[in-house]
């Protein structure tokens, strides 16, 4: 019961970090009349959020990699709760700002330990279950967390959002600190990869920086598209997505109960989705069914990647699992920003074609991930020793 408690503490704060990271896009225009800034400057405080978090995932995992996750976690969502609190007590632009950089550099660390540290909680075989209920907390942020925070900031403030967040952060921090157990670093099962294996992580890496970027040029432009190529009305685009996050719920929940020796093929079969929504998109752009539809598969697909991803890591890892999950993250999030950089220079030229090429950059990584297996048989019969990483990244 107590793990369970923990697992659900854990869920919670998946869904604190995304909403955190998120909220400002929902109110944009509150926050910049409050701080006397345009709207562009505001736009800076998700994008300067995820270039930190990007920069600063690997050097703090290594930095702090003698802490115990209960402490480390704890020590995180405190940093959060009071930087979200910093936010929403700014009385300026620069300390909005510096709120939300600290927040970013919790966030950095907080997805390096926060899958082995969930999946340290059961046996082996309950792995994937757990990083299901995990990262349904993080399904639930962009569906609940954010429409909530939007409404919520538009009736009584954009400042009282943030507050809610910090109360929430703090009673997540609670429960992590009294029921989480103290484990030693390096002596749970989940703290090295159960077949680790160079080749195919960093195929992983790879494939998951290509596929997120496809994933997120569409993603970006998700709204404009919705109206000027398929034609719905702006009072449709909320129900579109809250259909997009239930599907992308649904996903995350059945991609954990995929046996650990089926994740390279369920991986590649949820990548093979994603390409393949993101073909019917832009295949059935103004057709309104058909582009729904297509959209709440992308949603299923990605959720269920990122799922996926999270019990493939603990596998293939070639030393710590901590270092190779802040691998994936950095890799994840080069792939966010890379998706929105793409998508927004595609918003006045090529709209429609940005689901065309969000579909090639989905291929992409899927014939990244088909050549896995003959790039891991070529190392094989060479019977090259396998390097093991340590702690701190050094081979040994």
Request: proline share 7%; glycine share 10%; net charge positive.
């Given at each position: 019961?107590?793990?369970?408690?923990?697992?659900?503490?854990?869920?919670?704060?998946?869904?604190?970090?995304?909403?955190?990271?998120?909220?400002?896009?929902?109110?944009?225009?509150?926050?910049?009349?409050?701080?006397?800034?345009?709207?562009?400057?505001?736009?800076?405080?998700?994008?300067?959020?995820?270039?930190?978090?990007?920069?600063?995932?690997?050097?703090?995992?290594?930095?702090?990699?003698?802490?115990?996750?209960?402490?480390?976690?704890?020590?995180?969502?405190?940093?959060?709760?009071?930087?979200?609190?910093?936010?929403?007590?700014?009385?300026?632009?620069?300390?909005?700002?510096?709120?939300?950089?600290?927040?970013?550099?919790?966030?950095?660390?907080?997805?390096?330990?926060?899958?082995?540290?969930?999946?340290?909680?059961?046996?082996?075989?309950?792995?994937?279950?757990?990083?299901?209920?995990?990262?349904?907390?993080?399904?639930?942020?962009?569906?609940?967390?954010?429409?909530?925070?939007?409404?919520?900031?538009?009736?009584?403030?954009?400042?009282?959002?943030?507050?809610?967040?910090?109360?929430?952060?703090?009673?997540?921090?609670?429960?992590?600190?009294?029921?989480?157990?103290?484990?030693?670093?390096?002596?749970?099962?989940?703290?090295?990869?159960?077949?680790?294996?160079?080749?195919?992580?960093?195929?992983?890496?790879?494939?998951?920086?290509?596929?997120?970027?496809?994933?997120?040029?569409?993603?970006?432009?998700?709204?404009?598209?919705?109206?000027?190529?398929?034609?719905?009305?702006?009072?449709?685009?909320?129900?579109?997505?809250?259909?997009?996050?239930?599907?992308?719920?649904?996903?995350?929940?059945?991609?954990?109960?995929?046996?650990?020796?089926?994740?390279?093929?369920?991986?590649?079969?949820?990548?093979?989705?994603?390409?393949?929504?993101?073909a019917a998109t832009f295949a059935f752009a103004t057709t309104p069914v058909g582009a729904i539809a297509a959209i709440a598969l992308t949603g299923t697909a990605l959720s269920a990647l990122v799922t996926i991803m999270g019990t493939r890591v603990l596998q293939v890892a070639p030393g710590s699992t901590d270092m190779a999950s802040a691998t994936t993250s950095t890799a994840f999030n080069v792939g966010i920003?890379?998706?929105?950089?793409?998508?927004?220079?595609?918003?006045?030229?090529?709209?429609?074609?940005?689901?065309?090429?969000?579909?090639?950059?989905?291929?992409?990584?899927?014939?990244?991930?088909?050549?896995?297996?003959?790039?891991?048989?070529?190392?094989?019969?060479?019977?090259?020793?396998?390097?093991?990483?340590?702690?701190?990244?050094?081979?040994?």
């Amino acid at each position: 019961m107590r793990a369970r408690i923990v697992l659900v503490a854990l869920a919670l704060s998946t869904f604190f970090y995304v909403t955190v990271e998120t909220l400002p896009i929902g109110l944009l225009p509150q926050i910049a009349d409050g701080v006397h800034v345009p709207g562009s400057s505001v736009g800076l405080l998700v994008t300067a959020y995820g270039l930190v978090v990007v920069a600063a995932t690997i050097p703090l995992t290594r930095l702090t990699h003698h802490w115990s996750r209960r402490r480390l976690l704890t020590v995180l969502l405190l940093t959060a709760t009071a930087a979200t609190a910093l936010s929403a007590l700014a009385p300026s632009y620069p300390i909005l700002l510096t709120g939300r950089l600290l927040a970013a550099l919790s966030q950095a660390l907080f997805w390096a330990v926060v899958t082995p540290a969930a999946a340290g909680l059961f046996l082996p075989a309950m792995r994937g279950r757990a990083i299901a209920i995990l990262y349904a907390g993080s399904s639930a942020g962009p569906l609940v967390g954010v429409p909530a925070g939007t409404w919520i900031g538009q009736q009584a403030g954009w400042r009282v959002p943030f507050l809610v967040l910090s109360a929430i952060g703090l009673g997540i921090a609670v429960v992590i600190a009294v029921l989480m157990p103290e484990v030693p670093p390096g002596t749970s099962h989940a703290d090295r990869g159960s077949e680790p294996d160079p080749t195919r992580f960093r195929t992983l890496v790879v494939a998951t920086a290509i596929t997120v970027t496809g994933a997120f040029t569409a993603l970006t432009v998700i709204t404009p598209f919705l109206t000027d190529v398929t034609g719905v009305g702006d009072s449709a685009i909320g129900p579109i997505l809250l259909i997009r996050g239930l599907a992308g719920l649904t996903g995350a929940i059945t991609a954990g109960f995929v046996p650990d020796r089926h994740t390279w093929r369920a991986l590649v079969a949820a990548t093979a989705l994603e390409a393949a929504a993101l073909a019917a998109t832009f295949a059935f752009a103004t057709t309104p069914v058909g582009a729904i539809a297509a959209i709440a598969l992308t949603g299923t697909a990605l959720s269920a990647l990122v799922t996926i991803m999270g019990t493939r890591v603990l596998q293939v890892a070639p030393g710590s699992t901590d270092m190779a999950s802040a691998t994936t993250s950095t890799a994840f999030n080069v792939g966010i920003t890379a998706g929105a950089l793409i998508g927004s220079l595609l918003l006045t030229t090529a709209l429609r074609s940005s689901a065309l090429l969000a579909a090639g950059f989905a291929t992409l990584g899927l014939l990244t991930l088909l050549l896995e297996p003959r790039l891991a048989a070529r190392r094989r019969p060479a019977e090259v020793p396998v390097p093991v990483l340590t702690d701190t990244g050094s081979p040994r």
